[in-house]
């Protein structure tokens, strides 16, 4: 029993990402919006300081007769975040990642996905292991989308990426966290920033994962398929803030009764 | 099944209550701070312009050597909403509502509450129906805090209550809303406001109660219990105006896989 | 907290209803089936021996050139328990039950329902509280469909109801147990046997019922529309069995961990 | 959208595992009874068919002095499951498994698990891919604790485990399944028995697993930590009947209103 007066409340620490901090805490991707017009107004609405990119299907320059997304979402404005999204082993996924680096400028930042399988779009952990190995010695500074599985995000975190990605639900599913105990579990081993990647689909599935202690989240497909985009993002930046604040702010203990004076035992609930 | 796209977004009618126009939609009760003081950094940092006062447990000049809670709390700032906290049958709560008027120069907006009993502080819903009856009768403009009936909610408003206001879970338990079917049902028959009163432990509490439509919430345990209650003001805040956005926007659908061009159906989950 | 080792298992009471004891705690219903063959197939498979019977849409000998119920259901082998429903006021409840006692030559068991809207067939609580009284002081034994407020459920066992049935979820929507709290809660302040009547889908959610300490469970379209309903009321009849075996051993409480010794607390989960 | 009336039922495969068909679903441990007389009570309540035994923790021959698990729990009579409990890498389970495999006459099947960390007893996944293949090219029968993450649960099948055990919650934290649709897919994808091990907390747990189209469940201390193990174990062997009996039966869709002909959508619920 968590006796509430001897908490102490977690620490306000800022969300800092190789060597920069954030005053955003949600980090928002691009892909399935109407026309670049709308992405750029819906990620001004998020706030996101923070912008992942699918290397692999859009245009950061490789395409030079076609728009260039960076015109849209500057890398003076934004921290770029390319991902591998596409990949499906680890060298494709490590190949990516080099030619990201390269159309950008030597930038080393770089979410790492690599994907098992179409349906769920759920990573495939083992080819995940390999390819954070490889960046991570060749000088990328990986951020890395991931089950849930507690030991192999630790593991991960030991390797050296430099924040973990678990994934909520599936990638597009907006189903909202599946799995709470395993994301509070990750956060509670962690050192280095958790982020809850896919699966969040409304505002308060984002301020849940807030709640459990994620230091930020990272959508896509909640923001873009909304009805109205701009305004979902708006939703979900203020759904992160909210989560954040009552997370640092330690909540009322879940009670059975109105007058009781313990918690809600593991009993009938 | 819905087709997403044939989805009418709801309309962003202002929260309007008693013929005045509020931009918050939180509003706070004034009890379990630690002091006065407490209590009206909270309530600032809540945003809150509504803030509901119960008659037979605080001081509004009834006793004059005392502090009074209109010092801290002014009528000029806030619109105040007396509650009839701590009456079990609906002469006392129509007794309780009459004294409020009188030390309130006439106001008659009252926070009708008639509890069934201590344990969970549910309403006992044929006294609130006589009660509320003979308010509206006498000229008050009765927000009726009930059960999560749909029938009965519509009942109350066809009364001519003027918000209708069901429970969450028990007062003071921080459950989280139970039935989150019948707060639905209850919005889509309305057209007075709705507001959750009741049961709310944490911000994602108050956001899913916005997100299924709800005008409003009331709180004051989540806040006051909290360790640090002006920061979990500041959440809550946050919270309902994100659960509004959310939404106002029209969410994405939850679908069965990543790949999904269907919502997920009623068979597994 | 609790202290697993001192709570006393509950006692283990026969389901009494009107003097008479039952083996079987599931109550079914004869609605929804493809002819009167499957019913009755069904309900053998079910192992019932209370079968509810619509007064107002079953041939209960009303009209005697048609089939009539019970020739296949016979009240040698099963208590017959008539029920209102499609009444949506308390004097067509009442004239119903009249009816079912003369053409039932004097049977006074009842299941009491008046449904407030066809949307969700809840019910309309008020009439349910007059036809309740009038249907007692007529000599009636009522058992009676409503809402799950643990308040208006205690008011009419004191009426004189001989059993609560309070619905899980809408009738014919097999959402499952929505309040699970207030189902306890009833169960904890009643001395007449609770039933849960409504809502359920598939058999965990009969399971959870019998866990939460009800008496037993009504049912039908969950029977009636699986898609081997033979099979289902097969289905049904362990589950019910299997919850009450649960709800009688004393579940081990639930844990943080793998080795925690005291149980989940109310802050995360 | 599902159309309830062209959905196939699914095909009533009898379990089968190494060659040997079975009729109990439910397979239990041998931990945290009182002692070897209330293990042999419950399990015969249980009606289990395969007994797991942790070898490094029970005496199965080693300690000729001490009282033999196997005199109580007879291999003539049950299929004795051999699990690596307590191994926290792949060697110490290899060695474990052969020396099972000497005290069991040349007993090929047995039960891996490698576990993480203490905490949650969760299974650290590479280790266990390691010892998998070892013991498969070694002729052993593998039946494996695993995560709930899809892909790895499809490789170990095709590494030749012969069951795919994932977890539904921590061993002995009683929570019940925390991923349902991880565990749904894992079914849809597996041609080889799945069976959720550990998380099983009472009988309606048991029973959503079967419903989620599992072929079984292995626990243990849901039965050995109730206040009545011999009844819980009763309540245990219904709950999986029931379950299998009600995924076979196809369950009614769930519907948001009781008139509804269309299933429940993925906006609001």
Same mark, same amino acid.
Request: charged share 20%; aromatic share 4%; hydrophobic share 40%.
């Given at each position: 029993?968590?006796?509430?007066?001897?908490?102490?409340?977690?620490?306000?620490?800022?969300?800092?990402?190789?060597?920069?901090?954030?005053?955003?805490?949600?980090?928002?991707?691009?892909?399935?919006?109407?026309?670049?017009?709308?992405?750029?107004?819906?990620?001004?609405?998020?706030?996101?300081?923070?912008?992942?990119?699918?290397?692999?299907?859009?245009?950061?320059?490789?395409?030079?007769?076609?728009?260039?997304?960076?015109?849209? &979402?500057?890398?003076?404005?934004?921290?770029?975040?390319?991902?591998? #999204? @596409?990949?499906?082993? $680890?060298? +494709? /996924?490590?190949?990516?990642?080099?030619?990201?680096?390269?159309?950008?400028?030597?930038?080393?930042?770089?979410?790492?996905?690599?994907?098992?399988?179409?349906?769920?779009?759920?990573?495939?952990?083992?080819?995940?292991?390999?390819?954070?190995?490889?960046?991570?010695?060749?000088?990328?500074?990986?951020?890395?989308?991931?089950?849930?599985?507690?030991?192999?995000?630790?593991?991960?975190?030991?390797?050296?990426?430099?924040?973990?990605?678990?994934?909520?639900?599936?990638?597009?599913?907006?189903?909202?966290?599946?799995?709470?105990?395993?994301?509070?579990? &990750?956060?509670?081993?962690?050192?280095?920033?958790?982020?809850?990647? #896919? @699966?969040?689909?409304? $505002?308060? +599935? /984002?301020?849940?994962?807030?709640?459990?202690?994620?230091?930020?989240?990272?959508?896509?497909?909640?923001?873009?398929?909304?009805?109205?985009?701009?305004?979902?993002?708006?939703?979900?930046?203020?759904?992160?803030?909210?989560?954040?604040?009552?997370?640092?702010?330690?909540?009322?203990?879940?009670?059975?009764?109105?007058?009781?004076?313990?918690?809600?035992?593991?009993?009938?609930?």
């Amino acid at each position: 029993m968590t006796d509430q007066s001897q908490i102490q409340l977690p620490e306000d620490k800022p969300l800092e990402i190789a060597g920069r901090v954030y005053k955003s805490r949600l980090l928002v991707g691009t892909g399935k919006y109407r026309d670049m017009m709308e992405t750029g107004h819906a990620i001004e609405a998020s706030g996101a300081e923070i912008v992942t990119v699918a290397v692999r299907r859009t245009n950061l320059g490789q395409n030079p007769d076609e728009p260039n997304l960076l015109d849209v &979402i500057s890398p003076d404005s934004f921290t770029i975040l390319p991902n591998t #999204a @596409g990949c499906y082993n $680890a060298r +494709d /996924a490590v190949r990516t990642c080099k030619l990201a680096r390269e159309l950008l400028n030597g930038h080393n930042l770089v979410k790492l996905e690599v994907l098992g399988e179409e349906k769920t779009l759920y990573p495939n952990m083992t080819e995940t292991l390999v390819a954070a190995e490889e960046l991570i010695r060749d000088g990328f500074q990986v951020m890395v989308y991931c089950s849930d599985d507690p030991l192999l995000c630790k593991r991960l975190e030991e390797m050296g990426c430099i924040a973990i990605m678990p994934l909520g639900a599936p990638i597009g599913s907006g189903l909202g966290i599946q799995n709470r105990y395993n994301i509070r579990l &990750i956060v509670e081993n962690a050192s280095v920033p958790v982020l809850v990647d #896919a @699966g969040v689909g409304t $505002a308060s +599935d /984002a301020t849940i994962a807030m709640e459990l202690g994620c230091d930020g989240v990272l959508m896509n497909t909640a923001i873009a398929q909304a009805q109205d985009p701009i305004r979902m993002a708006r939703a979900m930046k203020l759904a992160i803030e909210s989560g954040r604040e009552a997370y640092l702010s330690g909540r009322m203990p879940k009670k059975a009764y109105a007058s009781a004076s313990s918690p809600i035992d593991g009993i009938f609930f």
